[in-house]
T-cell receptor
Framework: GIQVEQSPPDLILQEGANSTLRCNFS?????LQWFHQNPWGQLINLFY???GTKQNGRLSATTVATERYSLLYISSSQTTDSGVYFC????????FGDGTTLTVKP | DSGVTQTPKHLITATGQRVTLRCSPR?????VYWYQQSLDQGLQFLIQ???????AKGNILERFSAQQFPDLHSELNLSSLELGDSALYFC?????????????FGPGTRLTVL
């Protein structure tokens, strides 16, 4: 089946630092989303980004469909950014990566 | 708030029992998806319905079943519950049925099987 690999699995940052999360796909990317699962378990939609670049405040995402990967950038991180970040590909059956657990320390 | 509602928020039951989880999609969304999130399995896609019809099936056990009603709300039925069924169950909705569509997640139902 389709493989979705996320890296790094864990990331610890000091508040104010920048980070890059990566998502690799084993097959073509025609529907890709990034989500943030906060410490209370809520899944929040960050980006729908099958290709190109999008920005929303301190967050931005880039998908290079031809290379089968997507990147999520978090700038000037805050403690509220902590949680698990998932990328997901939906091609009939949705496939989620295992997530990157981000901890931002004050 | 995504606009997707799920009830109940928490459910505690015993092995062998049957439970029903309910999901109401965002206004205007025709697709509903169900996911299971357990500690050792991550987020697993279970099933998708579009406008009342089953659209895609994932790793859904035979003890589990779902349906989408004419008013577009959906129910996930879990029967003969086992300890391993304890998990967070999410519902998501999207406008369309196709691949190029954004999913919005509900707050989840936390199921504990004792």
């Amino acid at each position: 089946g389709i493989q979705v690999e996320q890296s790094p699995p864990d990331l610890i940052l000091q508040e104010g630092a920048n980070s890059t999360l990566r998502c690799n796909f084993s097959d073509s990317v025609n529907n890709l989303q990034w989500f943030h699962q906060n410490p209370w378990g809520q899944l929040i939609n960050l980006f729908y980004i099958p290709s190109g670049t999008k920005q929303n405040g301190r967050l931005s995402a880039t998908t290079v469909a031809t290379e089968r990967y997507s990147l999520l950038y978090i700038s000037s991180s805050q403690t509220t950014d902590s949680g698990v970040y998932f990328c997901a590909r939906n091609a009939g059956k949705s496939t989620f990566g295992d997530g990157t657990t981000l901890t931002v320390k004050p | 708030d995504s606009g997707v509602t799920q009830t109940p928020k928490h459910l505690i039951t015993a092995t062998g029992q049957r439970v029903t989880l309910r999901c109401s999609p965002r206004s205007g969304d025709l697709s509903v998806y169900w996911y299971q999130q357990s500690l050792d399995q991550g987020l697993q896609f279970l099933i998708q319905y579009y406008n009342g019809e089953e659209r895609a099936k994932g790793n859904i056990l035979e003890r589990f079943s779902a349906q989408q009603f004419p008013d577009l709300h959906s129910e996930l039925n879990l029967s003969s519950l086992e300890l391993g069924d304890s998990a967070l169950y999410f519902c998501a909705s999207s406008q369309l049925a196709g691949v190029e569509d954004t999913q919005y997640f509900g707050p989840g139902t936390r199921l504990t099987v004792l």
